[in-house]
């Protein structure tokens, strides 16, 4: 799936000028970045968790005494990769977060849509101000998920409140290339006193990796839609 910025410049340029492409640029760029940042830790995450619990006699054993002498050099390097796939992890979740509210300004700019405030901007507010079309259903689309209720909490617990503890387990899956993995617990989360708390159950590492890409890839589905958009709205 890939998103033609080269056509939503030109769009934007043909449509509503120099200066309004000049507007939209930084945050065309910074979405594109952030995905590709995002990207990168994932991959980082998941290149640690494969060097440390692949399927071999060697590493399974290693692991399996690592879990349970992590007093020795077995369990500190265990205790220090799982460390990195949980830094990249966070990462990962934090810049496909912020990839939301930077699309809500290049939304914003490229349609140059006026009579809204433009500070603390997110998508929740570009999409009142959508008018009917396929770009406000994939945005609608988007803030349903709960796929992306599940990383908004995990995004703000983790910044603003504590971390979210993960928990390396046994995998007995023989379908699975991994004899142990890293899950994430349950944890809850309230945003004020007015608004109910949602819990959450445990996840595991590669299931919320899947969600991030589902994510990532419903923010690209956005972007082709705010070309068409401008294609059918000169």
């Known amino acids: 799936m890939t998103w033609d910025l080269k056509e939503l410049r030109d769009l934007i340029k043909e449509i509503h000028g120099e200066n309004q492409l ?9 979405v594109v970045s952030r995905i590709q940042i995002s990207r990168y830790h994932l991959l980082e995450a998941k290149e640690t968790i494969e060097q440390l619990f692949h399927k071999s006699e060697d590493k399974v ?31 990962c979740a934090q810049s496909t977060h912020s990839v939301a509210d930077i699309m809500a300004y290049a939304i914003l ?58 928990t390396h387990y046994f995998n007995n899956s023989e379908n699975n290339h991994l004899d142990h993995a890293l899950k994430l617990n349950s944890f809850s989360y309230q945003r004020n006193k007015h608004t109910k708390p949602r819990s959450h159950p445990e996840k595991g590492y590669y299931q919320f990796f899947e969600e991030l890409q589902l994510i990532n890839e419903q923010y690209v589905r956005i972007g082709q839609f705010v070309n068409h958009y401008l294609s059918c709205n000169p």
């Open 109 to 166: 700019y490229s349609l140059k849509i006026s009579g809204i405030d433009d500070l603390n901007l997110s998508l929740k507010d570009i999409q009142k101000h959508l008018v009917k079309s396929n770009l406000k259903d994939e945005v609608i689309k988007l803030l349903g998920l709960n796929e992306f209720s599940y990383l908004k909490d995990f995004v703000n617990t983790t910044k603003h409140r504590s971390l979210v503890t993960s």
């Open 22 to 30: 000049n507007l939209a640029n930084a945050h065309i760029n910074s």
């Open 61 to 91: 054993l290693d692991a399996s005494i690592a879990c349970f002498t992590p007093n020795t050099e077995q369990g500190w390097e265990l205790n220090k990769a799982q460390l990195k796939a949980e830094a990249n992890l966070i990462g």
